[in-house]
Nanobody
Framework: QLQLVESGGGLVQPGESLRLSCAAS????????IGWFRQAPGKEREWVSC????????????FYQDSVKGRFTVSRDGAKNTVNLQMNSLKPEDTADYLC?????????????????????WGRGTQVTVSS
């Protein structure tokens, strides 16, 4: 059964860091796209970042929303079949529920162009709160 499980959320102060993980099971993160999304209370869900990995797992591309560029880094651990989101210099406006989602058995050079509805598999999310 295909499953995505996020972890690593928590309460931090502005300027601090968190590392989120998205553990995938039931499929390989090779030849797939993993996207990170977030949803703050009262706001619509928004795309944050994505990583697309080729079939061999030897090539990947990453993209970021403008507001997180230079602060967030997405990476993949093929051995653990996990995608991580390193979040540095966190701001109060980063507070949200963070979810990972997958497009399986597909690769694209431009994962930022994927519509949210093209992600067919979703985790349940992990809460990130940035507050002093």
């Amino acid at each position: 059964q295909l499953q995505l499980v996020e972890s690593g959320g928590g309460l931090v102060q502005p300027g601090e860091s968190l590392r989120l993980s998205c553990a995938a099971s039931g499929f390989s993160t090779n030849n797939s796209v993993i996207g990170w999304f977030r949803q703050a209370p009262g706001k619509e869900r928004e795309w944050v970042s994505c990583i697309a990995t080729d079939y061999e797992g030897s090539y990947y591309s990453t993209f970021y929303q403008d507001s997180v560029k230079g602060r967030f880094t997405v990476s993949r651990d093929g051995a653990k079949n996990t995608v991580n989101l390193q979040m540095n210099s966190l701001k109060p406006e980063d507070t949200a529920d963070y979810l990972c989602a997958a497009v399986v058995d597909d690769y694209t050079d431009y994962c930022y162009m994927l519509n949210e509805h093209e992600y067919k598999h979703w985790g349940r999310g992990t809460q990130v709160t940035v507050s002093s």
